[in-house]
T-cell receptor, first 113, second 114 residues
Framework: DVKVTQSSRYLVKRTGEKVFLECVQD?????MFWYRQDPGLGLRLIYF???????EKGDIPEGYSVSREKKERFSLILESASTNQTSMYLC????????????FGPGTRLTVT | GENVEQHPSTLSVQEGDSAVIKCTYS??????FPWYKQELGKRPQLIID?????GEKKDQRIAVTLNKTAKHFSLHITETQPEDSAVYFC?????????????FGTGTRLTIIP
């Protein structure tokens, strides 16, 4: 069974703080993704990575950065949190190659006050 | 880039009736179309997917159809049950190596009325 875990289920931060969201997968998947989920907007891709130390911008990368130092771990960084970054953040991973199924983590609900 | 539109945003059907959710995509290079189901408070999970070389795929009560010419695909759920209540997301991907990202639709909240 694929397991994708995220460091926190709920997080409250203040405007201007640096925020780290961590994601770990235990199935040796090549690809990892960060999405944010907002009502009426679906799942929007922030960044993804198809290899260690590789990263690609998604559709809404502004205000975010990522780090993938090890294959199993993919971190999302909010350099200076703002209130419009209050959202549900979902991490996902996929094996790559012939299998494109993405396995999602439980999500982190981030509130920026 | 790819743009995926999904309709309707909400759908209520009587238990036992059928439900249909429709999506359109913009990038003719897209060749992989999955559907994800997200139950309340849970993570999205893949329920069915289709590739562009296939026009229809069925798995028990759910089926997906694809019209590449018109660039639209649909999810069909027959004999709906209360456990089908969830938010459903369609997605599209060009599934090129090194760029296996999905573009999701905005979701459909399906409610099954007992």
């Amino acid at each position: 069974d694929v397991k994708v875990t995220q460091s926190s289920r709920y997080l409250v931060k203040r405007t201007g703080e640096k925020v780290f969201l961590e994601c770990v997968q235990d199935m040796d998947h090549e690809n990892m993704f960060w999405y944010r989920q907002d009502p009426g907007l679906g799942l929007r891709l922030i960044y993804f990575s198809y290899d260690v130390k590789m990263k690609e911008k998604g559709d809404i990368p502004e205000g975010y950065s990522v780090s993938r130092e090890k294959k199993e771990r993919f971190s999302l960084i909010l350099e200076s949190a703002s209130t419009n970054q209050t959202s549900m953040y979902l991490c996902a991973s996929s094996l790559g190659g012939p299998s494109y199924e993405q396995y999602f983590g439980p999500g982190t609900r981030l509130t920026v006050t | 880039g790819e743009n995926v539109e999904q309709h309707p945003s909400t759908l209520s059907v009587q238990e036992g009736d059928s439900a249909v959710i429709k999506c359109t995509y913009s990038d003719s290079a897209s060749n992989y179309f999955p559907w994800y189901k997200q139950e309340l408070g849970k993570r999205p999970q893949l329920i069915i997917d289709i590739r562009s070389n296939v026009g229809e795929k069925k798995d028990q009560r759910i089926a997906v159809t694809l019209n590449k010419t018109a660039k639209h695909f649909s999810l069909h759920i027959t004999e709906t049950q209360p456990e089908d209540s969830a938010v459903y997301f369609c997605a599209a991907s060009s599934s090129n190596f090194g760029n296996e990202k999905l573009t999701f639709g905005t979701g459909t909240r399906l409610t099954i009325i007992p």
